[in-house]
């Protein structure tokens, strides 16, 4: 059995890093079951087998691979069926495209998220979260977390998408694919916490839905934040 070694909250069935959902994605694409390990921020323990300190971690019997992009691309090569299309020079395609995400993505839904996840921690994780993610950004979470620059930043990213998704129901046409993958993590992100931004966009908006049935067909329900977290 496929372990998936992902970060949680003080709840251990919430389960929203972007980089576990792109991977949960990935194996609910290609039908392939796994057993979920939840780990919290500040377990590094539990994951020192992997060599490094990053979730996601995957372990397929003696494999263990991290990285959400090195992760999909292993699943492709290991598992053909469904293939989501990231061998050979697609793997190159697909680097790119995973650092355009980044680039306004992932940057605009964490000023829109951050205070969002501090709730879902328990205390030690919230002093730890606040602690790592201060010394990266060099401020206060409080001054991150800026809605206006949130909102612009995720708004110019949906301009290419909401494009694309007008001539096919997925990015990689009519069945999803590895840049679903890689840019669906973000936005199973958002919607596991209750937010969201693309409600305006009905093209996004039916995108995220075909996402979430596909992987609730093949894995079970997917549980998401209170409705109290806003």
């Known amino acids: 059995m496929i372990e998936l070694f992902e970060v949680c909250g003080a709840d251990p069935k919430l389960v929203f890093s972007p980089f576990c959902w792109r991977v949960r994605l990935a194996m609910a694409f290609k039908g392939l079951p796994f057993e979920s390990r939840p780990i919290t921020y500040s377990d590094k323990a539990a994951i020192a087998f992997s060599g490094q300190d990053l ?33 050979g020079i697609a793997k190159h395609r697909a680097t790119l495209i995973d650092r355009f995400a980044h680039q306004d993505l992932l940057i605009g839904l964490f000023r829109l998220l951050v205070l969002r996840i501090l709730p879902l921690l328990s205390l030690e994780d919230a002093c730890y979260f606040r602690s790592k993610h201060e010394g990266l950004l060099g401020s206060s979470l409080e001054a991150f977390a800026d809605p206006s620059t949130g909102v612009q930043l995720v708004e110019s990213a949906l301009q290419p998408l909401k494009a694309q998704l007008q001539l096919t129901p997925f990015f990689d046409g009519d069945e999803p694919g590895a840049v679903d993958v890689l840019i669906g993590g973000f936005f199973l992100w958002a919607w596991v916490l209750r937010l969201e931004i693309w409600e305006n966009h009905p093209g996004i908006a039916r995108w995220v839905e075909r996402l979430v049935a596909r992987y609730e067909a093949v894995q079970g329900k997917i549980h998401r934040a209170p409705c109290t977290v806003r």
């Open 55 to 87: 979730l996601p971690v995957l372990r397929d019997g003696q494999s263990i691979v991290h990285d959400s992009l090195s992760i999909a691309c292993y699943l492709d090569r290991q598992y053909s069926r469904a293939s989501l299309g990231l061998e």
